[in-house]
């Protein structure tokens, strides 16, 4: 029995590899009697300002963003793919994560985990980010402590309830040849392959 898979390219422009990325995967996934939804992060239309809204006075959510959530709960298995800039991820990327993941959807302030946290309401779901950056790996760890890592698996996807949370990352990109990024979309149609 196939997975339930939501991809978020999570690149904010039209074309970009990270696009390429989730689109192999996409292919790869389906090809292999998973049940696959996809969206694109350019497309989506929303404010990606929290603003002043707090837990009790959140901002509505925007049609898009109402259909985006919900395609988070269907899954068991999302996949997200995206370029770390300045560190991070993309501002509509982050804005995405700020506006979408909601008190009583994506955890509950009412409720706490032993450590005192908020409860999680996004468990039994697993998560593949497909990070594309320039800085090296090696550097990213030595110098930055793999940030953005520990961002994604422990303050957003682990915090809601994603386990486990599985990073590729490919680096540099910017001036990677043709065979590399022919390489690197082969790796990536292989996760799809077997919805990892």
Known sequence: MGKRIFI?????????LSRSFAESYQTAAEQNGNEVR????????????????????AKPLEPALEAALADIEWCNHWVIC???????????????????LVPGRAFSTRETTKLGLPKPLLTGRSARVIITADTPGFFLALAYGNAI????????LGFVGFKPVDI?????????????VTD?????????????
């Open 8 to 16: 978020l390219n999570g690149h904010p422009a039209e074309k970009s």
């Open 38 to 57: 996809i969206k694109h992060l350019h497309q989506i239309q929303f404010d990606a300002d929290y603003g002043e809204a707090g837990y009790d006075n």
């Open 82 to 100: 995206t370029p770390m800039w300045w560190g991070g991820l993309p501002g509509k990327l982050k804005g995405f994560m700020d506006r979408a």
């Open 149 to 156: 890592k520990k961002q994604l698996k422990g303050q957003i």
């Open 168 to 180: 590729t990352y490919f680096a540099p990109t910017t001036e990677a040849d043709e065979k590399t």
């Open 184 to 196: 690197r979309i082969e790796e990536v149609r292989q996760l799809g392959a077997r919805a990892a």
